[in-house]
Antibody, heavy 118, light 107 residues
């Protein structure tokens, strides 16, 4: 059974940093693209970033470029999202998602809440 | 960026009803479309890809169609566990974008 477990969310002040982690199990992590998708409170889904199997290709939504960095450690079956210069509009539940091809999201974690507020 | 627009934003229906949700893309995306279901407080669940291909384990009452800019998700006979929000997502280009969601509520 595919399992994705996010951690690292919490309350942070505007301008602060946070690092999210996603621990994967139940599949061969190194065979898949992986993504982060977020959902602001009461709002819809927004793709944030994705990363290729070997980590050599990464893509981001414009609103986080230069502030967020996606990375992975295949030896640990883990995905990360380093978030810097956080803004109030980054407040959301952040989901880790296994990605088929680089296209769509076939398994999701339970999410971790990031709140940016003073 | 490709904008995805769903309609309606919400609908009320009864158990056993046939329900159709529409998703339109701001430009042609061939059949590069996926659908998700989200129950409040839960993570999204993957339903379909390539506009019409059902993911393994998803009940056959769910179906999808369309190509280009117009797509539909149909639930042939609504069940109690289907009351949720539904999202379309294009994967024709980066950034991947979602529709704003359609909430299916109990009448």
């Amino acid at each position: 059974e595919v399992q994705l477990v996010e951690s690292g969310g919490g309350l942070v002040q505007p301008g602060g940093s946070l690092r999210l982690s996603c621990a994967a199990s139940g599949f061969t992590f190194s065979n898949y693209w992986m993504s982060w998708v977020r959902q602001a409170p009461g709002k819809g889904l927004e793709w944030v970033a994705n990363i290729k199997q070997d980590g050599n290709e990464k893509y981001y939504v414009d609103s986080v470029k230069g502030r967020f960095t996606i990375s992975r450690d295949n030896a640990k079956s883990s995905l990360y999202l380093q978030m810097n210069s956080l803004r109030a509009e980054d407040t959301a539940v952040y989901y880790c998602a296994r990605t088929r091809g680089s296209y769509y999201f076939d398994s999701w974690g339970q999410g971790t809440l990031v709140t940016v507020s003073s | 960026d490709i904008q995805m627009t769903q309609s309606p934003s919400s609908l009320s229906a009864s158990v056993g009803d046939r329900v159709t949700i529409t998703c339109r893309a701001s430009q042609g995306i061939t059949n590069s479309l996926a659908w998700y279901q989200q129950i409040p407080g839960k993570a999204p669940r993957f339903l379909l890809y390539a506009a019409s291909r059902l993911e393994s384990g998803v009940p056959s009452r769910f179906s999808g169609s369309g190509s280009g800019t117009y797509f539909t998700l149909t639930i042939s006979s609504l069940q109690p566990e289907d009351f949720a929000s539904y999202y379309c997502q294009q994967y024709y280009s980066i950034p991947r974008t979602f529709g704003q969601g359609t909430k299916v509520e109990i009448k």
